[in-house]
């Protein structure tokens, strides 16, 4: 699958992981920006090979780590306002938008609003509930 794989990285400032499908390295996904007295982190992703839920269950998975082992409150993110694949996939994990940066991205020589997503940990358990498993309590 696209399981994120750690690189060992223990610093507070960075944690990547390797997107990894059928044993070879696709895409990474990366948080930091960590603030220790807020709990929170900035989480980042490239993929190259698109479709097949790639993206989101590394995102899952990364979120996993940083609501899990990582100890977070809540991790946030900026993506372009046109990029509906990824704002589905960042939803879909409980991700919800809390502001629009006007004309941040320059895509094809046109603006395009940034949008800033974030989700709580609370969040990120209740929208991710296995059938008949009740939610995580936080």
């Known amino acids: 699958g696209g399981a994120p794989s750690s690189n060992g990285a223990g610093a507070a400032e960075l944690r990547a992981f ?3 499908r059928g044993g070879v390295h696709v895409g990474n996904v990366v948080l930091d ?6 709990g ?3 989480l980042s992703i490239y ?3 698109r479709g097949a839920g790639i993206g989101r269950s590394a995102v899952f998975l990364a979120l996993s780590w940083a609501f899990g082992a990582g100890g977070l409150y809540k991790v946030w993110l900026t993506v372009h306002a046109d990029n509906e694949r990824a704002l589905r996939a960042y939803r879909a994990v409980g ?3 809390e502001g629009r940066h006007r004309g941040e991205f320059l895509l094809r020589g046109q603006r ?5 997503l974030g989700v709580l940990a609370a969040e990120f358990h209740a929208a ?7 939610p995580c309590a936080s």
């Open 112 to 116: 395009v609003d940034a949008l800033y």
């Open 128 to 134: 991710n509930v296995e059938p008949g498993v009740p």
């Open 47 to 49: 993929v190259g090979a």
């Open 18 to 20: 390797a997107i990894l």
């Open 40 to 42: 929170t982190a900035r």
């Open 95 to 97: 991700f919800r938008e």
């Open 33 to 38: 920006r960590f603030d220790p007295l807020l």
